[in-house]
């Protein structure tokens, strides 16, 4: 709890207000007098800023309910931009976004296994990018990283593939643009992605996203907000062990964790195992040209022990979601990634495993659905932290980009 | 969000205040003061409030940093009564609670295996002697029951044993004591209890809490809040498979659940497996003489046999229990129910599967340990999802008990 004052109230009225016109195409001031139960004249004088700070727009009339035709308000989607990054495995990926989660201009730099100091300097190649192709005032910046990330302080605590440990990104970051930043582990960044943009129409307020490639991580929404866990390790269900007796041992150390046998990885391992066997195969028959490309191609042919093993990953897949179901009861589940290439049957092989572990009110309730925004999720969800704050948005119009 | 009114921020003030001098044994208004930002003046005119309505008074004079005296403010701890209700398995346990949640009065009756009407009968009695034996205005009732609950709408979707299907449980209370009342399953009740009266000192605002016993439920707070799920179904996590291939038919119709493992019926049917065997053993020779009493003389007594199938409960509690750390990165975790009666060894098999199968990062952080309040957990809880509700407790002064 926090000390109120009058200016906590119009600002909490303003962003009640600023709220309501995001979630509809168009709303008259009556509508939003209604849905805000703040009175016509509050509602007035809120709707007279936001026009003057160019966020809302007065875009004609609606239909008349007896007395005058009401003007109907809408969001001005491109008065404000964000800026999303999604560092990937093999590419650095940055994006100016829009209100409504619309890409306007996007940089995408190769990695090539740069890490440590290189690698953010490539960060700072594509935001100075970014920020230069900027015409509209910037709303702040929102980064989703690989690793571990301690979020209320803008720090990556451990990232191995790009030699990071520690580094405090947010205040580097703010430090060079004078911009707000956020910093999320990438599944997280997914599932705030999906929550913000890919659901339209849903109304619950909680979701799981699970971000299936390399390796696996989740991302929690609870309450409509992103639940980080005590030291930002929530998610992390890619080591939750689903092979307790005899597992394979995983990179973490740990034998029988969730990614030595539902991860794009252990696919790989698998299909490089059956490919030097003596058997009828559509793989290639060299290891080193195995990946979810060839992997795919001969899943799609018909190669029947290779579907067996794309299935065998979607059933370990729907095991760990079965526990997830089972404990925190969140009907909307959301996958990501790239395994979700093998579509249909490998959805539904998680589906049957989930009928036949789960309470079965639960399992009924449940839906799992392939995530709606493709590689974008991450990008679009990084910089959702953002659009989310309403409070940023206003009184932005005096910040024009820099450089 | 919901419209700020100038009535919202003194409501909101006066509880920031309460808030502040329930978390303190003793506290000046100056102190107040500095710790919710408010004014000395608002701080001065709230105390004046409350004083007069009762819930707060001055206990002394504390140090000087220099000028006068400062007076001490502290909660009059019996100002107010709570109700709490645990309805177990063998009996349903009622109590008057105080402020700081010591029990005033108890009431307990036996079940006999009573249910539906019956079992409601039961209690209103217990309510209907709490009621009367209270001599202090009351804030309300919360019931921890077992089965599924709807919290938002108070009702007990399905409890098995008592043979209650989508009663109207906080309904039928409200209107026979016109009292605010809360419904809560025992589990999740248990996690507020612990959270609010048992873990004294610690600043965490997520625990989860499982209670192992005939069968195993959990209770998640999240942020300082119990969180249900979509459909009040969250921390089922008895369900929850641990025995993925060929594990035991569980009475949810699925194999290999954590209940068939790791709960004390689990325990209770290995034991008397054990006891028909032509080995050597401290438990009773008649399978119905098995019982947690029987088995827990021949645990301590150094039964071998014993001794290893009270571990492995623990073991697969362990991993379940990994599984939730890795989901979440909660880091503190209480035990209660029957089956911590096994202590220290127990739980020493479950803190040794936990550091071999969890992160070692999230395994360190996380402390595991026995509830703090023992069989109040339940009753406690359950009154404290009205106790945590500062509002419940201002201007009750002229609500005197019924009957």
Known sequence: M???TRQHIKEHNRNLVLKTIFEHDSISRADISRHT??????VSDIVADLLTEGLVSEIGVGESLGGKSP???????DSRYLIGLDLAH???RG?????????????TLPVNSRNGKQALALVYEILDRLITASSVPLVGIGIGTPGLVNITEGVVVNAVNLDWKDLPLAQLMEQRYHLPVSILNDSQAAAMGEYTFGQKGTSESNLILINVRHGIGAGIIIQGRLFHGDGGGAGEIGHVVVVPEGGLLCRCGNRGCLETVASAQALVKQAQALATQPIQTLLPRSPQEINLDTIQLAFTGGD????????????????AISNLVGTLNIKNIVLTGDMTRFGRPWLDAIREVISTTTLARLAQETQIEIGHLGENSIILGASAMLANNYSLLFNLTEMQPRR
């Open 304 to 319: 029947d022990n290779v579907r067996r093993a794309v299935l065998e990953t979607g059933r370990y897949m729907g095991l």
């Open 71 to 77: 003007i109907l308000l809408s969001l001005v989607e």
């Open 95 to 107: 994006a100016i976004v829009n209100l409504r989660g619309k890409i306007r201009e996007l940089v």
């Open 2 to 4: 926090e000390k109120a």
């Open 37 to 42: 139960r703040l009175t016509r004249t509050t």
């Open 90 to 92: 093999n590419q650095f």
